[in-house]
């Protein structure tokens, strides 16, 4: 009788959650999973963001190091001017290039004397972002003067890649830092601490006007002293936000020693 009582009792028992505690527990599941999800949400993408930085970094600093490696071998003899004519940079809207392309030569030799020398275009293209190179091998010519022939090898240096953008001092304005520039020595040290040429490298503007191409001159080509290879690199993914994209600067000086900075300067490209 009293296990039926007590059975009795319990099913007509009406203690429980209220009302106001029931939505109480409600609001407070729901801010605790918000919680939750906002912290996997924020999780994922900083992984995402940091994932494509690294990403971008790796894949822009292999290609800048292809092109680096290639200019440090340019000087092939004493007064030699690598940077040959066809180095070009196709002007688009507000000083955005539609295309750049850097022509030099290089080689690689355990001889004395060099048989072979290599022709390479290095072509930045807008429209694709792509990074191609245009290799030739000589197939005549005395060195350090070689002839190339009209047949080539192409292949894929870089992809997803845009000019620098920089804002201009003082101004809300973007500018587009070109993909190549060209430095030469001044005739004289602009600044007293001056070591060396190297510390007074002055730019290099490409005169000759071509339609909208602007080319380097004969006169230019002989001057050109330092190459800089400037360039935003985004991951695979392509995606250009500016947190996922990585700006990448490298300069070559063609030269086998440090040039004087004593005044006057009378020191040429790989001197």
Known sequence: MRRLSTIFRLRSDERGFTLVETLVAMISATVVVGALYAILIISVDQTAKVTDTVHASQVGRTTMTKIVEELHSACIASKFIPVKMGTE????????????????????????????????????????????????????????????PEAHTTTRIGENITQTIISAEG?????????????KYPTEATSVSAESALDTLQPLELAETKGTEKLL?????????????????????????????????????????????????????CE
Request: hydrophobic fraction near 30%; charged fraction near 30%.
């Open 89 to 148: 940079k196709v002007k688009g809207t507000e000083k955005e290039e539609e295309e750049s392309k850097l022509v030099f030569v290089d080689a690689y030799s355990s001889h004395a004397e060099i048989t072979e020398a290599l022709k390479h275009e290095i072509v930045w293209q807008k429209s694709s972002g792509l990074l191609t190179q245009n290799t030739y091998t000589s197939s005549g010519g005395v060195w350090p003067e070689f002839t190339y």
């Open 171 to 183: 101004t809300k304005k973007k500018e587009y830092v070109p993909v190549f520039r060209y430095y």
């Open 217 to 269: 001159n004969k006169t230019e080509l002989e001057q050109a002293a330092a190459v800089e290879i400037n360039f935003n690199q985004a991951p695979l993914d392509k995606n250009t936000k500016e947190d996922r994209t990585v700006d990448l600067k490298d300069q070559v000086t063609l030269a086998f020693s440090a040039p004087n900075a004593e005044t006057p300067i009378e020191d040429k490209p």
